[in-house]
């Protein structure tokens, strides 16, 4: 019997210090910009697009090229509201995610009106895994990317979206489904740089070619598109990042992340 626990003590002990080490090493990648795209093909993202299971990339929508990752409209006949989002396969907490991105070609036919030069960055997202397959949009907080379409009339970017969530903007409940950013309008098919600051479920801020254009807090769960009617009110603490497909061409490079706090 002795000889039992005395066994059982040292596989106690060891396996405490190797939870420890593995801890280490984990808080050892906080800090450090971690690649997420790396160029070449879509390894470590997930496609769902609407109408279709997790997995299916129809006309490959979703594709890399030239060290970019494209979103692509060539093998559609019609867009038919076939909204599409590409996640990344870890959620994440607390973070900095920068990227480039830029808008290219024409918009598919079939495509919404306010969708031409439109795109996002879908950050706290629910995972795909989660998504009812006719599901538009996921659950998630949006920063919402838009291009100029008209020389002197304005289109900010990085503009705050929110399907099924709420946030605050000066302690005022935002339940406005859009909220503008107070960016430049950029024309064209030129590479803009977007930053988003993530901390948890208190502040959230983007910034456009380094100027900080809007910022918010308390991300929650709610709203008319909330699909998972059963964490209403909660907060959003952690989650999914997606890049969207909302029927008008857009590419997205140089794609890291600087982890804070990783989700639990």
Same mark, same amino acid.
């Given at each position: 019997m002795k000889y039992s626990i005395n066994l059982f003590l040292f596989a106690t002990i060891m396996l405490a210090f190797i939870r420890c080490k593995s801890t280490q090493k !984990?808080?050892?990648?906080?800090?450090?910009?971690?690649?997420?795209?790396?160029?070449?093909?879509?390894?470590?993202?997930h496609v769902k697009i609407k109408g279709y299971p997790l997995g299916e990339n129809i006309y490959n929508t979703f594709r890399v090229e030239n060290g970019a990752?494209?979103?692509?409209?060539?093998?559609?006949?019609?867009?038919d509201r076939r909204f599409g989002h590409i996640f990344y396969k870890n959620p994440y907490a607390s973070?900095?995610?920068?990227?480039?991105? #830029?808008?290219?070609?024409?918009?598919?036919?079939?495509?919404?009106?306010?969708?031409?030069?439109? %795109?996002g960055v879908m950050i706290h997202a629910q995972s795909p895994q989660s998504m009812n397959v006719n599901q538009d949009f996921p659950v998630s907080i949006e920063v919402q990317l838009l291009g100029g379409l008209t020389k002197g009339k304005? #289109?900010?970017?990085?503009?705050?979206? !929110?399907?099924? !969530?709420? &946030?605050?903007?000066?302690?005022?409940?935002?339940?406005a489904h859009c909220t503008p950013s107070t960016s430049k309008t950029y024309y064209g098919n030129q590479w803009v740089d977007l930053e988003v600051l993530v901390l948890g479920d208190s502040?959230? %801020?983007?910034?456009?070619n380094g100027k900080t254009v809007i %910022?918010?807090?308390? $991300?929650?769960?709610?709203?008319?598109?909330? !699909?998972? @009617?059963?964490?209403?009110?909660? $907060?959003?603490?952690?989650?999914?990042?997606?890049?969207? %497909?909302?029927?008008? $061409? &857009?590419?997205? @490079?140089?794609?890291?992340?600087?982890?804070?706090?990783?989700?639990?």
């Open positions: !984990t808080e050892a990648r906080t800090n450090e910009w971690v690649q997420l795209f790396n160029g070449k093909d879509l390894n470590n993202w990752l494209q979103v692509n409209y060539d093998g559609y006949n019609e867009f973070y900095i995610l920068k990227l480039q991105y #830029r808008f290219i070609g024409s918009q598919v036919k079939g495509g919404e009106g306010w969708a031409q030069k439109n %795109s304005e #289109r900010s970017t990085a503009n705050l979206c !929110t399907p099924g !969530t709420y &946030v605050l903007i000066n302690d005022k409940l935002v339940t502040l959230i %801020s983007h910034k456009v %910022s918010y807090a308390k $991300p929650q769960i709610g709203g008319e598109h909330n !699909t998972l @009617k059963n964490k209403e009110g909660e $907060p959003l603490t952690a989650g999914y990042i997606a890049l969207q %497909s909302e029927s008008h $061409p &857009v590419e997205f @490079k140089n794609i890291y992340l600087k982890v804070l706090a990783f989700a639990k």
